[in-house]
Nanobody, 123 residues
Framework: QVQLVESGGGSVQAGGSLRLSCAAS????????MAWFRQAPGKEREFVAA????????IYEDSVKGRFTISRDNAHDTVYLRMTSLKPEDTAVYYC????????????????WGQGTQVTVSS
């Protein structure tokens, strides 16, 4: 089983930037597609971005396209989420997840989640 640990959250003003990290252990990271999800207070957890095992394909939720970038470093078993032009509506707990992403179609989440990292964006 893979273990996932997120970090990098914090409080920023609107328009600011953050980079989240998710460190994986316990299974060959390079065999896993990875994704970021987020959950705002009172709302369901929602998909943000995903990346294939080798980084060749990335997909994004519409509201973050052009502002967020998902990437990975297989040598260091880490996936990143670079967030720019942050908005108050981006405020949420951000989670990483290991799952399945083919070269077409949606991301299929697995059952492994990290503990989450809080991102708060003030106006």
């Amino acid at each position: 089983q893979v273990q996932l640990v997120e970090s990098g959250g914090g409080s920023v003003q609107a328009g600011g930037s953050l980079r989240l990290s998710c460190a994986a252990s316990g299974r060959a990271f390079s065999s896993l597609a990875m994704a970021w999800f987020r959950q705002a207070p009172g709302k369901e957890r929602e998909f943000v971005a995903a990346i294939t095992e080798n980084g060749a394909r990335t997909i994004y939720e519409d509201s973050v396209k052009g502002r967020f970038t998902i990437s990975r470093d297989n040598a260091h078993d880490t996936v990143y989420l670079r967030m720019t032009s942050l908005k108050p509506e981006d405020t949420a707990v951000y989670y990483c997840n290991s799952g399945v992403l083919h070269y077409s179609g949606p991301y299929y989440p697995g059952n492994r989640w990290g503990q989450g990292t809080q991102v708060t964006v003030s106006s």
